[in-house]
């Protein structure tokens, strides 16, 4: 069981450039998450999912694109990346709410954007 | 979901107890009381939650003030490896937004 998994662990680049991070998780929750945190700030939501096929606007999500074709993956998509979007990324999903749901993270992707 | 209000940052000695405040003071019935941490640039940690009683559990205990519009987290015997950003969010148990601040620095020192 290995929680939720994100790929790639590190990437630079490009101003222009596009790429695409992958969220998976194996503990078949619903709803999934995907988070930006810059220095100094606390964790900034970009979009989310409450279920397959679904996808809905965060705080920040100005520049991304999101797609939820299967339960267990959130794929989040930059398609022209910009310096201001260098940044730590953290994917995380839950159980849909019957009372307590905890977040599960990732442990994020590093992205620089020369 | 509601707001909530944490310190920027705390210091805590080696081996004392670690309580850290958090304010909701919008916070409604349905909604529950939760702690993450981040340590240093890992992915954040659930710690803890409560929606009216006091909980207690292998990390933490949770304290939620009777009329609810505030809460503190407590790591009874702070440890150096407790350094880290603990998260306090509000939130109904099945919400589907999310939103955490920017939490509050403990610094554990030997």
């Known amino acids: 069981n290995a929680g939720v998994t994100q790929t790639p662990k590190f990437r630079v680049l490009k101003t222009g450039q596009s790429m695409t991070l992958l969220c998976a998780q194996d503990?078949?929750?619903?709803?999934m998450y995907w988070y930006r945190q810059d220095p100094g700030m606390g964790l900034r939501l970009i979009h989310y999912?409450?279920?397959?096929?679904?996808?809905a606007k965060g705080e920040v999500p100005d520049g991304y694109n999101v797609s939820r074709l299967k339960k267990q993956n959130f794929l989040l998509g930059l398609e022209s990346a910009a310096p201001s979007q260098t940044s730590v990324y953290f994917c995380?999903?839950?159980?849909?709410?019957?009372?307590?749901?905890?977040?599960?993270f990732g442990n994020g992707t590093r992205l620089t954007v020369t | 979901d509601a707001k909530t209000t944490q310190p920027t940052s705390m210091d805590c000695a080696e081996g004392r107890a670690a309580n850290l405040p958090c304010n909701h003071s919008?916070?409604?019935?349905?909604?529950?009381v939760y702690w993450y941490r981040q340590i240093h640039s890992q992915g954040p940690q659930y710690i803890i939650h409560?929606?009216?009683n006091n909980e207690t559990n292998e990390m933490a205990s949770l304290i939620i003030t009777e009329d609810r519009k505030s809460s503190t987290l407590i790591l009874p015997h702070a440890t150096l490896r407790d350094t880290a950003v603990y998260y306090c969010?509000?939130?109904?148990?099945?919400?589907?937004?999310?939103?955490f601040g920017k939490g509050t620095k403990l610094t554990v020192n030997p």
């Open positions: 995380a999903s839950r159980e849909t709410g019957r009372g307590h749901s905890p977040l599960h």
């Open positions: 503990m078949n929750h619903e709803y």
């Open positions: 999912s409450v279920g397959e096929g679904t996808t």
């Open positions: 919008t916070i409604s019935g349905n909604e529950y």
């Open positions: 409560g929606l009216k």
């Open positions: 969010i509000v939130t109904q148990g099945g919400s589907e937004k999310l939103v």
